[in-house]
Nanobody, 121 residues
Framework: QVQVVESGGEPVQAGGSLRLSCLAS????????MAWHRQAPGKQREMVAGMTKNGTTNYADSVKGRFTISRDNAKNTVYLQMDSLKTDDTAVYYC???????????????WGQGTQVTVSS
């Protein structure tokens, strides 16, 4: 099994910054893709930023230029640096990790429980 744990969410004022972290652990052979999604109250979950093993990134238009995704492959960890935060960024942020497990080399697609980010004006 693969476990995913997010951390770093907390209340912050508009214009401020936060750095989220996500650690994947368990029966991991290798990770192919790590991403951050978010879900605001009453809205559907949306992709925020993603990064492949070789460093290719993609971002939602709403966060381009403000958020930066990075990863430490050796630590199976992905980060989300969030700058110039807006009240619209308030949401639960979820980490998604995809890869191949050591168990029979089956693919996995795991999610964390989420971390709350609240941006106040």
């Amino acid at each position: 099994q693969v476990q995913v744990v997010e951390s770093g969410g907390e209340p912050v004022q508009a214009g401020g910054s936060l750095r989220l972290s996500c650690l994947a652990s368990g029966t991991i052979s290798f990770i192919t893709y790590m991403a951050w999604h978010r879900q605001a109250p009453g809205k559907q979950r949306e992709m925020v930023a993603g990064m492949t093993k070789n460093g290719t990134t993609n971002y939602a238009d709403s966060v381009k230029g403000r958020f930066t995704i990075s990863r430490d492959n050796a630590k199976n960890t992905v980060y989300l640096q969030m700058d110039s935060l807006k009240t619209d960024d308030t949401a639960v942020y979820y980490c998604n990790v995809r890869g191949i497990s050591r168990s029979l080399f089956n693919p996995f697609n795991s999610w964390g429980q989420g971390t709350q980010v609240t941006v106040s004006s």
